[in-house]
C-alpha cells in the first residue's frame, strides 16, 4: 500500500501524555511526546517521541513523525517560566525530623528562573558554596513533585485548581545548609541564598500531562546519592496538596502559563540527621517521582 510522506506530518487525535523537549540527531530542539520504553514509565529511558507542533502552554497538536532523542532538556526553556514557586516544610515527617513547627499555612519561596537545570547537566557549585575561611560546604538533597501551570489563575477555589494544571515533574531543590540556615540571620532562614544559585533546580524529564495522573496525591516520590536510596515516601503524605498550594498561591498573586511550583520534600534528608553526611563534588543525586521519571545529576565544584 502507498502512502504520501505528508502523511508523516498530519496530526494525531490523541491527547500528549509526556511532553519532552530535546536534542535530535540533527543537533536541532523539538518538543514531543515521549514514546516510552517496554516495562518502564520514566520519560528519561527514551530514546524517541512524536514531535508537536504549536505550543504546549496553549494550542498544540501531536503529529506521527518520529525523531530519535540524543538528549534531553528541561520541559520548557527558562525564559517560558515566568515564576518558580517553592513550597518549605510540607511533609510533616520532614518537618518532625528537622525540627521544624508543622506550619497551618503553606510556607512559599521563590527560586530564580536561572536555577533551572536539566534532569542530567551537573549541578555547579561555586568556591562560595564550597568553603569560606572556616565555613565548610553543607551541600543537601530535596526531590519534589513539581506542578507546571497552562492557564492563568488569580484567586480561584481548590475545586477549580487542577482545570488550571498542565501536568506533573518531579525535581531536585538543591540547598546549601549553611547559607540557608547558619548564615541565614534569626530567627528565620535564608531561603533564597541557601536555594537559588544558578543550576540549582533540576527538573524533569517531562511534563506528565493530567491525563496521565489524575490525582499527584497517589505518587512514590525518592532520591538517591550514588545509587544508595535516601527519601522513599509518596506525596500522599503531603501537608498542602496540589489543589491547596494552588488555589493559596493564587490568592493574591497571578499564576501564569508556564509557572512551576515545587511542592516541598518529604523526610530523609541530612538536615535531619544528627551525623550528616553532606553532599560533596563528584556525588550523583537522582531524583525520581512514579510516572513521571528520574532527574540524575552531578554535583560539580567550579
Not at 496525591?217 to 545509587?227: D, E, S
Not at 493559596?248 to 498573586?253: D, H, L, P, R, V
Not at 556525588?283 to 554535583?299: A, P, Q, S
Request: hydrophobic share 40%; proline share 6%.
Amino acid at each position: 500500500m502507498w502512502f504520501s510522506p505528508l502523511l508523516l506530518l498530519l496530526p494525531l487525535a490523541v491527547n500528549a501524555q509526556r511532553f519532552v523537549r530535546f536534542i535530535s540527531t540533527d543537533g536541532k530542539e523539538y518538543t514531543g511526546d515521549a514514546i516510552l520504553p517496554s516495562g518502564t514509565s520514566d520519560a528519561s529511558k527514551s530514546t524517541s517521541a512524536r514531535l508537536i507542533t504549536g505550543d504546549i502552554l496553549g494550542d498544540f497538536q501531536i503529529t506521527n513523525q518520529v525523531k530519535p532523542i540524543q538528549k534531553l532538556l528541561a520541559p520548557l526553556p527558562n525564559e517560558r517560566v515566568r515564576t518558580v514557586r517553592c513550597v518549605g516544610f510540607n511533609y510533616a515527617a520532614h518537618d518532625e525530623g528537622a525540627n521544624i513547627t508543622i506550619p497551618d499555612f503553606p510556607i512559599l519561596f521563590y527560586k530564580p528562573f536561572t536555577a533551572l537545570n536539566t534532569p542530567s547537566d551537573n549541578i555547579p557549585v561555586t568556591a562560595g558554596y564550597q568553603t569560606q575561611g572556616n565555613f565548610t560546604s553543607t551541600m543537601d538533597y530535596e526531590t519534589e513533585l513539581v506542578v507546571i501551570m497552562k492557564k492563568t489563575a488569580f484567586n480561584i477555589s481548590e475545586d477549580e485548581a487542577l482545570d488550571h494544571v498542565l501536568g506533573y515533574s518531579v525535581g531536585h531543590d538543591v540547598s546549601h545548609r549553611g547559607w540557608q540556615i547558619q548564615r541565614g540571620g534569626e530567627p528565620e532562614p535564608q531561603f533564597s541564598m541557601g536555594k537559588g544559585a544558578d543550576g540549582w533546580a533540576p527538573w524533569g524529564p517531562a511534563i506528565v500531562s493530567t491525563n496521565v495522573i489524575q490525582d499527584p496525591q497517589t505518587l512514590n516520590i525518592w532520591t538517591k546519592v550514588n545509587g544508595n536510596v535516601m527519601q522513599n515516601d509518596t506525596t500522599a503524605n503531603m501537608i498542602f496538596g496540589v489543589k491547596q498550594l494552588v488555589s493559596f498561591f493564587s490568592m493574591g498573586i497571578t499564576l501564569l502559563p508556564g509557572d512551576v511550583i515545587f511542592t516541598g520534600t518529604p523526610s530523609g534528608v541530612q538536615l535531619e540527621k544528627a551525623d550528616p553526611v553532606w553532599l560533596v563534588n563528584g556525588d550523583v543525586v537522582e531524583v525520581g517521582l512514579e510516572n513521571v521519571g528520574t532527574c540524575t545529576n552531578k554535583i560539580t565544584y567550579t
